[in-house]
């Protein structure tokens, strides 16, 4: 039997390889207002994630993701 997370993981994996794909093509279009373009569509998919889900989860998913932001920049300036 195959673990649950590991197949969540990948499907979320997949999931975003499909909005990165699309994010790149919006920000493309948006020329000089990209920077916009990509807080934008932040906000945008956490408006309809909460419409999908809840906004508990939603909510603890962008805590999750602030973690990894953090995390992602504490290793960054270590290694400069």
Same mark, same amino acid.
């Given at each position: 039997?195959?673990?649950?997370?590991?197949?969540?993981?990948?499907?979320?994996?997949?999931?975003?390889?499909?909005?990165?794909?699309?994010?790149?093509?919006?920000?493309? @279009?948006?020329? !000089?207002?990209?920077?916009?373009?990509?807080?934008?569509? /932040? +906000? =945008?998919?956490?408006?309809?994630?909460? *419409? %999908?889900?809840?906004? @508990?989860?939603? !909510?603890?998913?962008?805590?999750?993701?602030?973690?990894? /932001? +953090? =995390?992602?920049?504490?290793?960054?300036? *270590? %290694?400069?």
């Amino acid at each position: 039997m195959s673990d649950p997370t590991s197949t969540a993981e990948q499907l979320f994996d997949k999931a975003l390889d499909v909005a990165e794909k699309h994010l790149e093509a919006a920000m493309k @279009e948006g020329g !000089a207002l990209s920077g916009y373009v990509a807080i934008a569509m /932040i +906000e =945008a998919a956490v408006n309809q994630a909460v *419409e %999908e889900t809840s906004h @508990e989860d939603v !909510a603890d998913m962008l805590r999750d993701l602030a973690d990894q /932001i +953090e =995390a992602d920049a504490e290793e960054g300036s *270590e %290694e400069d």
